[in-house]
């Protein structure tokens, strides 16, 4: 598991292990000050710092760069390069640039040499895509040789809405928040890695429940059969991992319009609480914290996606019933073929119905 947060002078110092004299006395001064943050990066089983990013809130004497009120300049980028190209400085770079937003600076900047082309890319796919200056630097390099770059700062115009996207086409929810048993935020790891270990992280779960002239009805999706986890069972109408940094809501309109190809407003999603659960398998450790919503749709149009056989409908009272032990159901599915279903091709998630949903429609 990986940790990010604003460390001291004293844990910078530990990182750069001797390096960087030049400039030592004059950066731990900063940020002592507090005008300048050191940020971090630290794989907590290797017990080491792995990469930094320093956010510098005013600079006199570039004002372009930073100001002390609405613009900041994030300097100092590495990423230790055994740990490079797992999505790291894209999480390291993501909660610096919350960091600006939550002091209030509508803009922030950063600098790359212009003879390097991949991480130009990479800043412009983060929101960088301003130039704002050319410099031409003269300097020594690390084997005390002449060196020539020119230096290119490039400006995220509005960093209040222009958010991080990652820059290798990956996804995001493959990288979880993790929290500690009371919720909190306590570092961040590969989806495979949290359910290896059990590291609590978030999901959601969307309920999608139907009005008729015979009462209520609940719609649940059919796994692909070639999913890992539970391939074939039928389970919440959408379920899915929030990525780290995803806003829960958006990701719960994104995995309705992906897994069932339903179109879903942030309005239409009634959150009614979080459940915790534990689900321990061989070589599966899940802990979630799922947040749970209910969507009412009238005559829902389902277009489901790979990774959804198909959709049925069941009677909220049938279901009741089968969370008490009845052992099979009636259902139809999205295309109208109607069929007994037996209990044993459930994830019936009874305590979140009963805690939730059921409590829910009965005072609808």
Not at 300 to 328: I, L, S, Y
Not at 339 to 353: G, K, T
């Amino acid at each position: 598991m990986f940790i990010i947060r604003k460390t001291t002078a004293e844990e910078m110092l530990e990182f750069w292990n001797g390096r960087f004299a030049d400039f030592r006395e004059r950066i731990c001064a900063d940020v002592e000050a507090g005008r300048e943050e050191c940020w971090m990066i630290r794989d907590e089983e290797a017990d080491k710092w792995i990469g930094e990013l320093h956010i510098v809130w005013d600079k006199p004497d570039c004002p372009w760069a930073a100001n002390g009120s609405d613009t900041a300049s994030l300097e100092a980028f590495r990423i230790e390069p055994e740990y490079q190209g797992r999505r790291l400085g894209t999480m390291l770079m993501g909660r610096c640039v919350n960091r600006i937003r939550e002091k209030g600076c509508t803009r922030a900047t950063i600098g790359a040499d212009d003879a390097d082309e991949r991480l130009g890319k990479m800043y412009q796919k983060w929101g960088f895509t301003t130039p704002v200056r050319e410099d031409a630097l003269d300097f020594i390099d690390d084997d005390g040789k002449p060196a020539h770059l020119t230096y290119v700062l490039y400006a995220n115009e509005d960093v209040m809405h222009k958010g991080i996207g990652l820059a290798d086409g990956t996804s995001a929810e493959e990288t979880l928040t993790i929290f500690d048993e009371e919720g909190n935020p306590i570092g961040f790891a590969p989806r495979a890695e949290a359910h290896l270990k059990g590291l609590r992280h978030h999901t959601i779960h969307i309920w999608i429940a139907e009005k008729r002239e015979d009462g209520w009805w609940l719609w649940f999706q059919q796994r692909a059969f070639d999913k890992k986890d539970f391939p074939g069972m039928y389970d919440t109408a959408v379920g899915g991992h929030v990525g780290h940094g995803e806003d829960v809501r958006l990701a719960a309109v994104r995995e309705t319009g992906e897994e069932i190809g339903l179109a879903c407003k942030d309005e239409d999603l009634h959150y009614l609480g979080d459940q915790w659960a534990t689900t321990i398998l061989p070589g599966f450790y899940d802990k979630e914290i799922s947040r749970v919503f209910v969507v009412i749709s009238k005559e829902p149009h389902f277009d489901p996606g790979v990774e959804v056989a198909r959709m049925v409908r069941v009677r909220a009272k049938d279901f009741k019933a089968m969370t008490d032990g009845a052992e099979t159901i009636f259902s139809v599915d999205h295309l109208g073929k109607e069929e007994e279903l037996p209990r044993r091709d459930w994830c019936l998630h009874a305590d979140e119905f009963n805690t939730f949903i059921l409590p829910a429609l009965e005072k609808m």
